[in-house]
């Protein structure tokens, strides 16, 4: 009688690891949180550059001024950063991410983290060379600071 040789066992398309394991709760939010939070201050950017000007105490913007135009430019750069976080987006419900998207939206988070932290740069340059206010410069880096901090969040909790 021939000995049977035993067949390799299939190797599964999921890792273990990667099943079961639900979507920390405070990721989600932060995700969330964050695609929203973009999505507001780009969408205000690019419809309503004077009003955000105001908001962030930004002087010499009006309706018709050219300096309505690098802040149109913002908006639409928070706008795709915010739909691509939202492709990305973990369920709130808490259902599982498998690794890619784990994965995906680290990347995301880190662009995220990475382009709020050279705003913050460019904004401590632009107070230190006189060309926005402290107030300005105080408003402007707290919200890039916030977005920091959300994104940081968001990548400590994936």
């Not at 035993?6 to 639900?22: C, F, R, S």
């Not at 913007?61 to 300096?67: G, I, N």
Request: net charge positive; proline share 8%.
């Amino acid at each position: 009688m021939a000995a049977q040789t035993a067949k390799p066992a299939k190797t599964p398309l999921v890792h273990q690891d990667d099943e079961g394991k639900p979507t920390p709760r405070v990721t989600a939010t932060v995700v969330h949180l964050l695609t929203w939070g973009r999505v507001i201050l780009g969408g205000l950017s690019y419809l309503t550059p004077a009003l955000v000007a105001k908001l962030f105490l930004i002087p010499g913007v009006t309706a018709t001024s050219l300096s309505t135009y690098p802040l149109r430019l913002f908006g639409v750069r928070e706008l795709v950063l915010s739909g691509l976080l939202w492709t990305e987006r973990p369920p709130l419900d808490g259902a599982p991410m498998d690794r890619r998207e784990r994965r995906a939206l680290r990347k995301m988070l880190v662009a995220n983290v990475v382009t709020d932290s050279l705003d913050a740069l460019a904004t401590v340059g632009a107070f230190y060379m006189g060309v926005i206010s402290p107030p300005s410069a105080l408003l402007m880096g707290c919200g890039s600071g916030t977005f920091i901090s959300v994104g940081l969040l968001g990548l400590a909790t994936i």
